[in-house]
């Protein structure tokens, strides 16, 4: 027999609606790409939105096309994902930080029909325009004023095509399980994937992890997304923070210390979400500066392995709450939020930092394993490490446009790459990306662990572990270390400070200081890079 409730999809644009209806005059405030701080509000987000599906649906855009955002995050990149989901078309995101080749691999792949981009990116894209051929007109984030002169094909200003729309538009009626976003993974071996949201998908992880415990969006909340719009579907922000109300900050494209130091103060921000570099130069300005941040009282850090000395400077320095987060692109994206439970209520100092360091437990609609490599199940033990596979509502099943025979194991899981240990309260803590763990002689060596001891060195502002070949013990690590500005390293000082903090075999066969660790285009530790820096390197102890 089934249920006599009302079926009511869950539809990306009914989070647009709640937020006009009930946040109307909440606002969304946007550094624009122009230069002044712009202000708008939800109930003209959802006003614009509808225009702009009215007038890509008078574009010929129909549902399952694919439309292209190539953009920072602003107020307009907002109102077009509302707008191109609004008619059952595609957002695809497109990292503007990616080669150009990349790009052209990504826009052919997908098939994009339009492609609507910043003023900063008309000539990376003129560049590559000719490499484009299924993309039938390019959408400028600007007015007539600021619109230059472009060989963009069809090239317009977004206002000026916007108005050619009247908003007495209803939104497109489709199933919920229709596609809504595309996002590539940086994939560091072979081409990227394409991870194809649903409606129904970015609907229910939104309403999940909004929960108290991972990101707590209420209609009091004020966040700051420094995660643009086009890493990871951007955590849901752009869904999730409409859905409970959440003043938005957008930062545009100043995304240096002092600029989000600025839009974090005069907006009164109260929870800001990024990747740990953005949050290191934060806290390098604040600490030059003397600053503190009055109203912020939680930070989102994922993307990568937090570091010990960060969660202490936010916790202890500053009296802001860390929650470290674990996701990825497949998981649309978060995964895991590290919040306090019950049974940890009074830990306090170097007992509570450890917990934080963790990536957290999954919140519902994510479930967790680590096997081993023939598949089989290993223990929550908190020393275990194994493979972290996940399944879930938000999880994907396929990358889009490929085969994907084999993609899950036989119980529907999908292996992260990630090697990771689950304690017996659920936190899970990642040892590694699987291709980046060290073995050493049989055993593993977690980079992630070496690094995030390194940073807590007074010197060093950034730390990078690879496995350096060794003829006895197969490979060993090699500690690569930035300076802090001002600052000299002292390799045998780095040395000393992690002895006795990490277990003998496990401390780095050297340490080699270098200008600038190399990152990926989402601001990762780009180790195939790192590790190609330093293929002719020999270690002193082989
Ligand atoms: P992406 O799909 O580009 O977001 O990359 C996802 C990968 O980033 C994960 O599989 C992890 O290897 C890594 N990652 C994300 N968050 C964390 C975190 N908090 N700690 C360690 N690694 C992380």
Not at 158 to 174: K, P, Q, S, V
Not at 315 to 328: K, L, P, S, T
Request: aromatic share 10%.
């Amino acid at each position: 027999m089934l249920g006599l409730m009302q079926d009511w999809p869950l539809l990306i644009h009914r989070v647009i609606d709640h937020a006009g209806a009930q946040f109307g005059t909440r606002e969304v405030v946007s550094r624009s790409v122009e230069g002044p701080v712009h202000r708008t509000t939800y109930a003209d987000v959802r006003a614009r939105a509808l225009k702009v599906a009215q007038r890509l649906e008078r574009d010929g855009i129909v549902n399952g096309d694919r439309v292209a955002t190539l953009a920072w995050n602003t107020w307009r990149h907002l109102e077009a994902w509302y707008g191109i989901t609004g008619v059952g078309a595609i957002y695809h995101t497109i990292n503007p930080r990616l080669f150009p080749e990349q790009i052209v691999w990504i826009a052919n792949h997908a098939q994009d029909r339009v492609v609507m981009t910043d003023l900063t990116f008309i000539p990376l894209l003129e560049a590559i325009a000719d490499k484009l051929p299924s993309v039938e007109r390019y959408i400028v984030f600007t007015d007539a004023a600021h619109m230059p002169a472009t060989k963009l094909k069809n090239a317009v200003a977004y206002e000026d095509w916007l108005n050619e729309a009247d908003g007495d538009f209803r939104w497109a009626e489709f199933d919920e399980k229709t596609a809504a976003g595309l996002c590539y993974t940086s994939g560091t071996t072979g081409n990227p994937k394409g991870v194809l949201y649903s409606h129904r998908s970015n609907v229910l992880h939104s309403l999940s992890l909004a929960n108290p415990d991972c990101f707590g969006l209420s209609s009091r909340s004020v966040i700051l997304p420094v995660v643009p719009l086009f890493h990871a579907n951007s955590w849901s922000l752009a869904f999730s923070a409409p859905m409970y109300g959440a003043k938005m900050v957008m930062p545009g494209m100043r995304l240096d210390g002092a600029s989000i130091y600025e839009m974090l103060e005069t907006e009164k921000v109260t929870m800001a979400a990024g990747v740990p570099t953005v949050w290191l130069m934060l806290l390098q300005y604040m600490a030059k500066e003397k600053k503190k941040l009055s109203t912020v009282e939680r930070m989102l850090i994922g993307g990568s392995a937090c570091p010990r000395a960060m969660i202490e400077a936010f916790q202890i320095e500053h009296g802001i709450d860390v929650v470290h987060a674990w996701g990825m692109t497949e998981m649309s994206p978060v995964g895991t939020c590290g919040a306090v439970k019950a049974q940890f209520a009074d830990l306090k100092g170097d007992a509570l930092i450890d917990l934080k360091s963790k990536q957290g437990f999954a919140f519902f609609g994510v479930e967790m394993k680590i096997t081993d490599d023939s598949g089989k199940s290993l223990p929550w033990d908190g020393k275990t490490f194994g493979s972290l596979k996940v399944a879930g509502f938000a999880v994907t099943r396929g990358y889009y446009g490929v085969d994907n025979t084999g993609l899950l194991d036989d119980d529907g899981f999908f292996d992260t790459g990630d090697v990771a240990t689950i304690d017996a309260n659920g936190y899970m803590q990642i040892t590694d990306r699987s291709k980046d763990v060290i073995k050493s002689g049989g055993e593993w060596i977690s980079s992630i662990d070496l690094e995030n001891l390194a940073v807590g060195h007074p010197d060093v502002a950034e730390a990078a572990v690879i496995g350096i070949a060794h003829p006895r013990w197969d490979e060993r690590p090699l500690l690569v270390v930035v300076p802090k500005e001002g600052r000299v390293i002292d390799r045998d000082s780095v040395l000393r400070y992690m002895e006795g903090r990490i277990a003998k075999w496990w401390m780095p066969d050297d340490v080699q200081v270098v200008a600038e660790i190399p990152h990926t285009a989402t601001g990762k530790i780009n180790k195939l890079k790192l590790r190609d820096d330093f293929k002719a390197y020999k270690l002193p102890t082989t």
